[in-house]
């Protein structure tokens, strides 16, 4: 099996970004090489300053936030700062935001597009969220 | 032997107690021994899976009145 992990996060609901966030934290601090490619709607939700909630698709959803799960944001940063992972925003995204990645928290590296995505995850297991 | 570091990942669900005691492991040094409290039976079980798969040891684990300890040592 690979010990590579390439996760791509585009949906902005809020199981999808935990169940994401908790995949790449728990691969990242297991000795995996951890990329994650933020796109589409998951982007906004890492802007500096911005602790707005994903909204639930489900029960479930919406039992999260009741029970002290850990953020999403929070599991996405220790990822980061345990283990061996990189968070790249899509450049595609930002364009379309018209965000800079000085706007984005600062674990996040540096906008990367699918051409390299594809070449840095082309050993890899890929999950999509 | 060095005194037993104490980890509260009380009241926080999965991967919340492995993320605490993985944070608590960085700053510990080898052959300290950390004790995690979990009310997360689902963490109860994964964290004993992370220790082996990274080559730490488990040293107990059990439950006491709800809460679930896991007592662990660094060793590397």
């Known amino acids: 099996m690979s010990n590579k992990v390439s996760i791509v996060v585009i949906s902005g609901d809020r199981e999808q970004l935990q169940m994401a966030a908790m995949l790449a934290s728990v691969a990242a601090v297991s000795g995996s090489e951890v990329t994650v490619f933020l796109s589409m709607n998951a982007v906004r939700y890492f802007q500096q300053d911005d602790n707005s909630l994903a909204p639930a698709e489900g029960e479930v959803g919406v039992l999260l936030q009741n029970k002290n799960a850990p953020d999403f944001r929070e599991l996405f940063q220790s990822a980061a700062e345990l283990g061996d992972a990189n968070i790249y925003p899509c450049s595609m995204a930002l364009d379309i935001l018209k965000l800079s990645t000085d706007e984005l928290v600062e674990y996040i590296g540096e906008p990367l597009g699918l051409t390299k995505f594809l070449e840095m995850s082309s050993d890899s297991q890929v999950w999509s969220f | ?76």
């Open chain 2, 1 to 76: 032997m060095s005194d037993r570091k104490i980890v509260d990942a009380k009241n926080t669900f999965c991967p919340g107690p492995l993320m605490e005691l993985i944070a608590s492991m960085k700053q510990a040094e080898v052959g300290d021994e950390l004790e995690v409290l979990s009310t997360d039976e689902g963490s109860a079980n994964d964290i004993p899976e992370w220790i082996k798969k990274v080559g730490h040891q488990v040293l107990d684990s059990f439950n006491e009145n709800g809460v679930w300890h896991v007592i662990v040592r660094k060793q590397k």
